[in-house]
C-alpha cells in the first residue's frame, strides 16, 4: 500500500510505484538494522525540507513505522528560512493531510546568509551551520532521540570526493553519528538508496517540491561538478558506482597511512596482515567502458603501457 494519502494521484503506473516503493522500504529497513539507527521508544524528528530527498524520507519511514517490531515515533520538522516568496501554507497543509506530528520553526536565516556571503559566492558553508544549530536545538526543545536526514546513496559518494579533492581527507557522511556535545544522533536511513530511485518515487508520488532559493541557483558549486562526474562514470562504466558503494563499508586501515587509524611503530614480525599486498600489486576485474570496449585488466599502480607510474615521476 502506498504511503501517501490516496488523494495524491500517482503518475507512474501503480504496480511500478508499488514495485518501486517496495525496493526502497527494503534498502532503508537494511540501512536501519545495519546501523541500529531507530530503537523501540524512539522519538524521531524528520527534517522536511520540501524536497524529494526528505519527502520520501518521510513516507517510507511512516510505512516502516506501521510494520515495524519497534514502537517509535515520528515528528516530521521543517525550518522555514525566511526565503522570500516561500510557501508557508505547503508544508502544514500537506502533513496536516497525512495526519502527520509535525512542528514548523521560522527563523529568518536567508537575511543572514545574504548579509554575510558576497554575491555569487557559495551560501551552503554557513547556510548548513545556521540550519544544523537550530535543527538540534529544535530536538533538544521536542524531546526526539534521532534526528533523521534525507541525505542518500549519491550524497555519501559526493561527499567522499569532495573532501578528497577539496579536503584532503577520505572521509564521507556516516549513516549514523553523535554531535560534538552528545546531545544529538542524527541518522541517515537513506544511506543504501540511489538518488535516481528517489527522484522516481517523488515524480510518482506527486509530493509538492519547494525549491529551495539559496543554493539552487549555484550552478558552479564543487558538489554539483562532483556530482556530474560520478553520473557520467555511472553511464559510461556499469559497475563503478556499486563498487565506490562498497568501498564505503569496506575500509582496511593497516593499507593507508594514517597513524591515527592503525599502529605501524608497534607492528611485529608475527603479526598478520594481508600477504598478497605486501609485495604483489592486486589485480582488478575488468570492467566495460564506453562502447562496450572491455579495460584490460591492470595491476595497482601499472600503466597500460606495463610501467609502474612510479618510474616516470
Not at 554531535?179 to 509530493?207: K, Q, W
Request: charged letters at 25%; hydrophobic letters at 35%; a positive charge.
Amino acid at each position: 500500500m502506498l504511503s501517501a494519502p490516496a488523494a495524491v494521484a500517482a503518475t507512474e503506473p501503480s504496480n511500478s510505484l508499488l514495485k518501486l516503493e517496495k525496493r526502497l522500504l527494503t534498502l532503508t529497513g537494511r540501512a536501519i538494522g545495519d546501523y541500529a539507527m531507530i530503537e523501540g521508544g524512539d522519538t524521531v524528528m524528520v527534517c522536511l525540507s520540501g524536497g524529494k530527498d526528505s519527502y520520501t524520507l518521510l513516507a517510507l519511514l511512516q510505512h516502516l513505522q506501521r510494520r515495524a517490531p519497534v514502537k517509535f515515533r515520528l515528528i516530521a520538522m521543517n525550518l522555514d528560512q525566511g526565503q522570500p516568496g516561500f510557501p508557508q501554507h505547503v508544508l502544514p497543509d500537506y502533513l496536516r493531510s497525512l495526519g502527520v506530528e509535525h512542528h514548523i520553526e521560522r527563523v529568518d536565516t536567508y537575511s543572514i546568509v545574504k548579509e554575510k556571503i558576497p554575491a555569487g559566492k557559495t551560501t551552503c558553508s554557513l547556510c548548513s551551520r545556521l540550519r544544523r544549530g537550530i535543527i538540534y536545538r529544535v530536538a533538544q526543545e521536542l524531546g526526539a532521540s534521532k534526528i533523521a536526514l534525507g541525505h542518500h546513496r549519491d550524497d555519501a559518494l559526493e561527499t567522499l570526493f569532495l573532501n578528497l579533492f577539496f579536503g584532503g581527507k577520505v572521509k564521507s557522511m556516516p549513516p549514523k553519528l553523535g554531535s560534538d556535545d552528545g546531545r544529538n544522533i542524527v541518522i541517515r536511513p537513506l544511506y543504501y538508496v540511489p538518488e535516481h530511485d528517489i527522484a522516481r518515487y517523488a515524480r510518482g508520488m506527486g509530493f509538492p517540491i519547494i525549491p529551495c532559493n539559496l543554493c539552487g541557483s549555484q550552478e558552479n558549486a564543487q558538489r554539483k561538478q562532483v556530482k556530474a562526474m560520478l553520473q557520467e562514470w555511472g553511464r559510461n562504466y556499469p559497475g563503478r558506482i556499486d563498487s565506490l558503494v562498497r568501498a564505503l563499508t569496506q575500509v582496511v586501515p593497516s593499507h593507508m597511512g594514517d597513524r591515527e587509524l592503525f599502529d605501524f611503530r608497534s607492528l611485529a614480525r608475527d603479526q598478520q596482515q594481508d600477504e598478497e599486498l605486501a609485495f604483489d600489486a592486486p589485480e582488478f576485474p575488468a570492467l566495460p567502458a564506453a562502447g562496450g570496449v572491455p579495460v584490460t585488466t591492470l595491476h595497482a599502480g601499472q600503466s597500460c603501457a606495463g610501467n609502474s607510474e612510479g618510474r616516470h615521476r
